[in-house]
């Protein structure tokens, strides 16, 4: 039987014995030499999108993509000659492992059968190395390309196994990249044909890793050895479309649509947004190959009115020996000196045992390919004294002098290194100098991620930071003060103590990680906006987390945060609009016309007593509520999180059962109708100083309180930890009574 197919040359398709053109047939693909179909497998429903040779190439997630095909007696017995070639593009390399190095690849496809030490398949391991692995006369054979796989783009893998030759070649864009020894029979047995993933298996939750994520066109088998002349004929017609298909995610109500995020897979801290040739930029923390936190790259997205987002090409990528692990957070800038005027990239570079800092330079005008400094690391790991916990640089410029400021911590307590730049050498300190760190573990944090100090328009120095291990876990705090002339922060008075940049943030809930953008008169922001759910149901999305609408800031003046949402965001109004002033709501009023995904709502509104809020995506499979109780505050996200998670921090209680913090987690579980809760018992030992601290915190959390009544009780707490000399005195003298009668009870007491 003889199929003829488009692309190839007259003649070059005579001998096949197996083609996967990949077109999709209600969900299925077809080997067109026997016409057997074959079911995709994965989450999603399967997409085509143009190929290399047609228009059918098959899409692969990353992480649950596989087809499961069989291959027949296509290869008689005694065959020495064997030809397999694919087109293959790829946006980034598989992860195999999540926290070790490993030679092991991924399949991209395979019949190989180690135990019965026959069949053949193309490989990818997660540094970009690939290979072509086969047996014949029962000898493995693997022939290795010391190469990356190019990203971005077509490739044709070709192997040619010519046993009577004794000889294995591989080659890509007909261009032989490996060879090796063989001699005899080719190894084959009929039997499963492996596209996307294999057998082995290797997990993390629910994620399958050893996953294949890109494109594959145009599988074809032959038995014989392909002249070179042939194989060099082939070239794709166009590059290939690594994007994600809209149709993945049209029934997602659930996914916005004008909040930056990726296509698809994991995101969380974005590191920096500038503008350049007309464009906002915006680069993140990115695993393309699902939706869990692995083997960080750099994701980079582009908006001209940051709410229509486009997805650009990954801007860095683990690769190198210092950052093999994952290019973790840093930040994006410019400066006349330290990068010649053009944006540059510091980031938190990772291999297996430490952290260091990184750069990277664009290639083009238009960001989107990046080259890493062969000076690297410009700062090579943490200085003595800090915590190896180390990461996050951002660059900042005071006068002539620049710095890098870099999260970590010293002394239990959230903190930042600071580094200064030496125009002369090109180097960066290390020091151990500290530009600025917390006074309190319970509001301040242990580790500090995510550090950045802009100089805000009127000349005062804005300084963000989201510690983590607070009272009420990761939010995120700000101070407001100066940077001195040796680079260090320095606090304005009335911002000793951290403010919330998110009024309830709390638990990770909220904006966290802010990125600021000075443009124009503008201070523009945006932040990772988690989504808090559990890897299974990120795992059925396809996607995790997103970023938030911008908005402007600026201080007012005491230096306290301004925010408005960015004015550019009035360019998604419509004309179908609800309006209604002046109402007493009594039950439920349907807001027809308006329908939809998305939904503006302006307003301000006189409470009560009782719960009042918004029906959204109201359907016959359910409704979203937005609500607010103003007797206990808005509970709704609280409680819909312990429904979902349980309770991630109990309450706390001093030693004569008082509440101390937790009233909302409480009033939450009551709500939900729980009998019982978890909570912390302080000890007897613990004094006024430390119970006082979670107090205020708490109380900052549960309610708005004035200035003056922040002040007030930051005063009391200041009154406790340095008392007036007669009271210390008075202490000491008391605490020497109790020692003599601690002392005489213990003689009197022994038997």
């Known amino acids: 039987m003889v199929t003829v197919a488009a692309g190839l040359a007259a003649g070059a398709n005579a001998e096949v014995v197996a083609h996967f053109d990949m077109r999709l047939d209600s969900g299925k693909i077809t080997e067109t030499v026997s016409g057997s179909q074959f079911a995709v497998e994965g989450n999603f429903a399967p997409e085509n999108v143009d190929g290399a040779v047609g228009d059918a190439a098959l899409r692969f997630d990353g992480y649950t993509s596989r087809v499961v095909a069989s291959l027949g007696d296509i290869l008689p017995s005694g065959t020495d000659a064997v030809t397999v070639s694919l087109w293959v593009a790829v946006p980034c390399y598989p992860v195999i492992q999540i926290d070790t190095d490993t030679s092991e690849k991924t399949p991209i496809v395979t019949c190989l059968d180690k135990d019965k030490k026959t069949g053949f398949g193309f490989y990818l391991g997660y540094n970009g190395k690939y290979c072509f692995r086969t047996y ?189 692990k994952g290019c ?63 990461r ?66 009127g000349g005062k120095w804005l300084f963000t930071a989201t510690p983590l291990a607070t009272s009420q876990g990761t939010r995120t705090l700000y101070w407001t003060g100066d940077v001195g002339g040796d680079g260090r922060f320095v606090p304005d008075a009335n911002s000793s103590r951290p403010r919330l940049v998110e009024m309830e943030s709390r638990d990770g809930f909220g904006l966290l990680s802010p990125t600021i953008c000075q443009q124009g008169n503008k201070t523009i922001v945006l932040g990772i906006v988690p989504d808090k759910l559990p890897s299974l149901t990120n ?112 309450i706390t209680l001093n030693s004569n059962y008082e509440l101390v913090a937790g009233e909302r987690r409480l009033e939450a579980a009551k709500s939900l109708g729980w009998e019982r809760i978890n909570a912390n018992i302080l000890d007897s030992n613990v004094d006024n100083i430390r119970q006082l601290e979670m107090e205020l915190e708490e109380n900052n959390q549960r309610k708005e309180f004035t200035d003056e009544e922040l002040m007030e009780g930051y005063k009391r707490l200041e009154k406790l930890k340095n008392p007036p000399l007669i009271m210390r005195i008075l202490k000491f003298i008391a605490n020497i009574f109790i020692k003599i009668a601690e002392f005489i009870k213990s003689l009197f007491g022994k038997k």
């Not at 400021?405 to 307590?413: D, F, H, Q, Y």
């Not at 409704?623 to 991630?648: C, E, F, I, Q, W």
Request: aromatic share 12%; with cysteine.
């Open 136 to 324: 014949v006369g029962g000898w493995p054979v693997s022939v290795d390309v010391d190469t990356q796989l190019p990203t971005y783009q077509w490739n044709n893998l070709v192997a040619v196994v010519d046993g009577g030759n004794r000889m294995v070649k591989l080659y890509n864009n007909g261009v032989e990249v490996g060879s090796g020894k063989a001699n005899g029979a080719v190894s084959f047995a009929p039997g499963n044909f492996y596209m996307g993933q294999g057998t082995e298996s290797c997990k993390s939750g629910p994620f399958e890793l050893m996953s294949f994520n890109g494109l594959i066109d145009d599988v074809r088998i032959w038995n014989e050895a392909k002249p070179l002349s042939e194989i060099q004929r082939w070239k794709p017609k166009g590059m290939p479309d690594l994007g994600i298909p809209s149709s993945r995610f049209a029934g997602d109500l659930l996914r916005p649509r004008f909040h930056g995020m990726p296509a698809a897979g994991w995101t969380n801290e974005s590191h920096g947004m500038c503008y350049a040739d007309g464009r906002y930029h915006l680069f993140f923390q990115k695993n393309a190959d699902g939706p869990y936190m692995a083997r960080l790259h750099w994701g980079h997205i582009s908006s001209t009115n940051l709410y229509n987002w486009r997805e650009e090409t990954i801007a860095l990528a683990p690769g190198e020996s210092y950052d093999m």
């Open 328 to 390: 973790w957070s840093g930040c994006v800038f410019s400066d006349d000196v330290v990068t010649g005027g053009k944006p540059g990239i510091i980031y938190t570079a990772v291999d297996y045992v430490k952290a260091v800092v990184a750069q990277a330079a664009p290639k083009s005008e238009n960001l989107d390919v990046w080259v890493k400094n062969p000076g690297n690391p410009i700062i090579n790991g943490c200085p003595s004294g800090f915590s190896a916990d180390f």
């Open 392 to 457: 996050d640089p951002y660059f900042f410029r005071n006068g002539d002098d620049a710095y890098i400021i870099v999260g970590s911590a010293k002394n239990g307590l959230g903190a930042t290194t600071l580094h200064r730049y030496n125009p002369l050498s090109g180097i960066w300190s290390n020091n151990g100098d500290v530009f600025f760190s917390g006074s309190s573990a319970a509001t301040d944090g242990t580790f500090w991620e995510m550090p950045n100090v802009t100089q805000m328009p």
């Open 539 to 650: 795992w059925i999305h396809g996607w995790a987390h997103c970023y938030s609408l911008p908005r402007e800031w600026s201080l007012d003046e005491n230096g306290g945060l301004l925010q408005k949402p960015y004015e550019g965001l009035s360019g998604l109004r419509t004309s179908t609009v609800f309006s209604r002033n002046a109402f007493e709501l009594d039950g439920i009023v349907d807001l027809t016309p308006v329908r939809g995904r998305s939904v503006e709502i302006c307003g301000t509104f006189e409470v009560g007593t009782s719960e009042f809020g918004f029906n959204i995506f109201k359907s016959a499979n359910g409704k979203g509520v937005v609500s607010y109780n103003p007797v206990s505050g808005d509970l709704t996200a609280l409680k819909d999180s312990m429904h979902r998670y349980g309770l991630m921090n109990p």
